[in-house]
């Protein structure tokens, strides 16, 4: 019986070699987005090799994953700063705009900006709805490089469709995202699967999305992602 449990073609045995992959793969995210601009290379090569090893059980996850982070890393890094530079820009007006607002609390009336409190109100809830869109769009952006290889406009594009389209998708992700964050924030030993559990997740929700503008694969095609 015990013999059965941990052979390699166990249930018990395959399950450890999942939970194991998923470690694997989670580490080299990590190392591998330490020079910050690589962030998007290392996303790009974690949803490729998670979808095509986990999920699908087809070729070895170390192999896969630097597969698609060399295959797509200049794509990924322009991606990465044109995402980074313009989150950046709105963070930063928004925290501008959240102190302005605490005066407002704190202060009421004898605030400097309680005069146009309403149009500070309205633009930090502007700002703070574009954020969370941005987070979306790295949802979406990441994967579909994974796949395709898109013109960047259009990458772009089709993520900026998706998120609107898919709209409850597009929250769900967002929410695992952000969930993901809070748990390594707390424990950061999470982050050994922590990575790799979110593009798990996502690719539950972000592949019908994909399917919808993916081709016909051609006859002799191993077109393995058309089974997801």
């Known amino acids: 019986m015990a013999g059965n449990l ?12 999942k939970i194991g992959e998923l470690v694997i793969v989670s580490l080299l995210w990590f190392v591998t987005s330490l020079p910050v ?6 996303t790009t090569a974690l949803y490729y090799a998670v979808v095509k090893c986990l999920r699908m059980g087809r070729g070895y996850i170390v192999k896969e994953y630097f597969r698609s ?5 200049i794509k990924s890094v322009i991606i990465t700063v044109i995402l980074g530079g ?12 959240s102190v302005m607002l605490q ?10 900006f309680a005069k146009d409190g309403g149009k500070y109100y309205g633009s930090y809830l502007v700002f703070a709805v574009l954020i969370l869109f941005m987070g979306m769009m790295f949802c979406y952006i990441f994967p579909l490089l994974s796949r395709f290889d898109l013109p960047l406009p259009k990458l772009f594009a089709v993520s900026f469709v998706f998120v609107i389209k898919y709209i409850f998708y597009s929250v769900a992700m967002l929410v695992i995202l952000v969930g993901m964050g809070y748990f390594v924030i707390r ?9 790799g559990l979110w593009a798990l997740l996502c690719s539950f929700l972000v592949e019908k999305p994909i399917k ?5 694969p051609e006859e002799d095609e191993d077109a393995w992602w058309m089974r997801l």
């Open 37 to 42: 601009i690589t962030i998007g290379a290392s």
């Open 86 to 97: 313009i989150f950046l820009l709105i963070w930063s007006t928004s925290t501008d705009l």
């Open 6 to 17: 941990f052979s390699a073609d166990s249930p018990f045995s395959k399950g450890l070699t």
């Open 212 to 216: 919808s503008i993916t081709p016909e």
């Open 103 to 112: 005066d407002m609390i704190a202060n009421g009336a004898r605030s400097v």
């Open 187 to 195: 424990l950061p030993l999470g982050m050994m699967f922590a990575p």
């Open 69 to 73: 982070w060399k295959q797509n890393l």
